[in-house]
């Protein structure tokens, strides 16, 4: 069975900093890869999704994750944070080629960006 | 503009009643999804529809039932709630295949007093 674990469950930082926030996965099977967001009060949004091809996918708001199939990691990195940024990040994962259409989450990352 | 509704953000409900939790999709997508999230646990599948009619058990199924009459509606049935089962309820739908994005709703919040 396939799991994910993010390493960090809260990450504050302020304003216009460089974030990452970690995410890693364990599979017998290929994946694929997805951040999904979730603002405060609100249901779960795509953020980014990796598929195959470039193994850097970027977001439109400028997040980026970069896909590292030697060391099952899927991060999550921003370069400069605005406080819109302050949500929980859950870093998710599906076995390419199943019936079973499912989607394993990790436990959740909090970023908090203060001014 | 792709949309989940579900019909409570917020309920409160009492020991032993019977809980139905409503979710409605407008994308005429095969698969619908109920998940509970729970501070530190993340989300978890309760259960999971492919088809009008099908369901599958995810990872907690239990004190749970589900029901998908047409493809655009999936409930989710509490049959004697418990105080345990006080979580956030998020309802998901997607195209079938699994390299699909989910969709989520608002989430409800159910309380069982």
């Known amino acids: 069975a396939q799991s994910v674990t993010q390493l960090d469950s809260q990450v504050p930082v302020f304003e216009e900093a460089p974030v990452e926030l970690r995410c890693n996965y364990s599979?017998?099977?290929?994946?694929?890869l997805f951040w999904y967001v979730q603002y405060p009060n609100q249901g779960l949004q795509l953020l980014l999704k990796?598929?195959?091809?470039?193994?850097l996918v970027e977001s439109i708001n400028g997040f980026e994750a970069e896909f590292n199939k030697s060391q099952t990691s899927f991060h999550l990195r921003k370069p400069s944070v605005h406080i819109s940024d302050t949500a929980e990040y859950f870093c998710?994962?599906?076995?390419?080629?199943?019936?079973?259409?499912?989607?394993?989450f990790g436990k959740g990352t909090l970023l908090t960006v203060n001014p | 503009d792709v949309k989940v509704t579900q019909s409570s953000r917020y309920l409160v409900k009492r020991t032993g009643e019977k809980v139905f939790l409503e979710c409605v999709q407008d994308?005429?997508?095969?698969?619908m999804f109920w998940y509970r999230q729970d501070p530190g646990l993340g989300l978890r599948l309760i259960y999971f529809?492919?088809?009008?009619?099908?369901?599958e058990k995810g990872d907690i199924p239990e004190g749970y039932s589900v029901s998908r009459e047409k493809k655009e509606r999936f409930s989710l049935i509490l049959e004697s709630a418990s105080t345990n089962q006080t979580s956030m309820y998020l309802c998901?739908?997607?195209?079938?295949?699994?390299?699909?994005?989910?969709?989520f709703g608002p989430g409800t919040r159910l309380t069982v007093t």
């Open positions: 998901a739908s997607s195209l079938e295949g699994p390299s699909y994005e989910q969709y």
């Open positions: 599979s017998s099977v290929s994946v694929y």
């Open positions: 990796y598929l195959s091809g470039s193994t």
């Open positions: 998710a994962v599906s076995l390419r080629g199943g019936s079973n259409y499912k989607l394993t």
């Open positions: 994308m005429d997508h095969e698969n």
């Open positions: 529809s492919y088809d009008v009619k099908m369901k």
